[in-house]
């Protein structure tokens, strides 16, 4: 455990303070620009290939990405079903 505490204190995501025990540091660690470009690049990737064997094609994973970024960006949309049968 002790390891891992000193890991994770290493990479910038707990700070320890003498006397009052460990927290989790106030600003968390950014990866460099590079690094973290090439991680959205991978998971591209992976979308992209998830999303062809599901048989969808581009112009579908363009629509799920703008739905996901509207939301993040404003908030879920909420559905209203219409039931059945009712007036």
């Known amino acids: ?8 204190e ?10 009052r ?3 989790v540091a106030a600003r968390l660690p ?3 620009a590079s690094v973290q470009h090439a991680q959205i690049a991978e998971a591209a990737r992976a979308l992209v ?11 579908d994973i363009v629509q799920l ?11 879920p949309t909420v559905h209203h079903r219409k039931e059945i049968g009712r007036r």
């Open 49 to 59: 290939t998830q999303a062809y064997l599901a048989g969808l094609r581009l112009n």
């Open 21 to 23: 025990g460990t927290f």
């Open 10 to 19: 290493a990479l910038g995501y707990i700070e320890t303070q003498r006397g």
């Open 30 to 32: 950014r990866a460099a």
């Open 65 to 75: 990405l703008k739905q996901a970024d509207r939301e993040i960006s404003v908030g």
């Open 1 to 8: 455990v002790k390891k891992a505490y000193d890991e994770l």
